[in-house]
């Protein structure tokens, strides 16, 4: 009687893939990965936009295949593409916190469709691409759904109501976040944060502030994200 030792089919026999599976994978991961930019794209906010950013979320996507591909089911090529990866340095600083996760899904996808996991890659992609679209159009997260920062020089001399009625003809709601005097104690550097009315516009409001007695310097700062003033 013979024995033979038996290794799990798991581990004794490597994942191949043909030609025709190495591009259906790495299409798939391209599709995904421009899906996942063009929704990155669309939900930006901000002025930290970056077009490297964009294609890097594609190039992830397809890399990452590419290397789920080459690893197969082997530990010796995990480990060893492992070590290869290590010497890399990444000193990119991310501006937006948001952007990781579009990293993350890339990953993800290009994971999925590097090991043919067909299903998962697009349903997870898809689902992740329409949650950050119903999120964008929802604004969640954001404090008000509408906001400016305002900011102008005031001479005293000059008193303040003719600047607080423009503020209070043109916005809902409005105030004030930072008074800073200058040396000679004349002028008053100010910054508010302003909901425009409905019907009022951003163009109007500031050639009203700069048509005041007295203002001068006026700008107005989109912040429906994350502002400095």
């Known amino acids: 009687m013979v ?15 043909g030609p025709y599976d190495i591009l259906i994978n790495m299409v798939l991961a391209l599709v995904l990965g421009l899906v996942i930019s063009s929704v990155y794209r669309y939900t930006h906010k901000g002025l930290a936009y970056s077009q490297s950013f964009t294609l890097t979320i594609v190039f992830v996507a397809v890399i990452t295949a590419i290397v789920m591909m080459v690893i197969g089911s082997s530990l010796a090529r995990a480990f060893a593409l492992v070590g290869a990866m290590s010497i890399i340095r990444f000193r990119t600083v991310v501006k937006d916190t ?3 996760a579009y990293v993350f899904c890339a990953l993800a996808v290009g994971l999925a469709a590097g090991t043919s996991n067909y299903f998962i890659a697009v349903a997870g992609g898809a689902f992740v691409a329409v949650m950050a679209v119903v999120l964008y159009k929802l604004n969640y ?3 008000y759904k509408s906001e400016f920062i305002l900011r102008f020089t005031f001479d005293q001399q000059y008193g303040s109501a003719g600047y607080l009625e423009q503020i209070q003809s043109h916005s809902k709601r409005s105030n004030l976040l930072n008074i800073e005097p200058s040396g000679d104690g004349r002028y008053l550097s100010l910054t508010y944060d302003i909901a425009l009315k409905e019907g009022a516009t951003a163009e109007e409001f500031a050639k009203a502030m700069d048509q005041v ?12 994200n994350d502002v400095d003033y």
């Open 3 to 17: 024995i033979t030792n038996q290794i799990p089919t798991a581990i004794s026999q490597l994942v191949t893939y």
């Open 98 to 100: 948001k952007d990781t």
């Open 141 to 143: 997260g954001a404090l």
């Open 213 to 224: 007695e007295g203002t001068s310097e006026v700008v107005l700062i989109a912040s429906k």
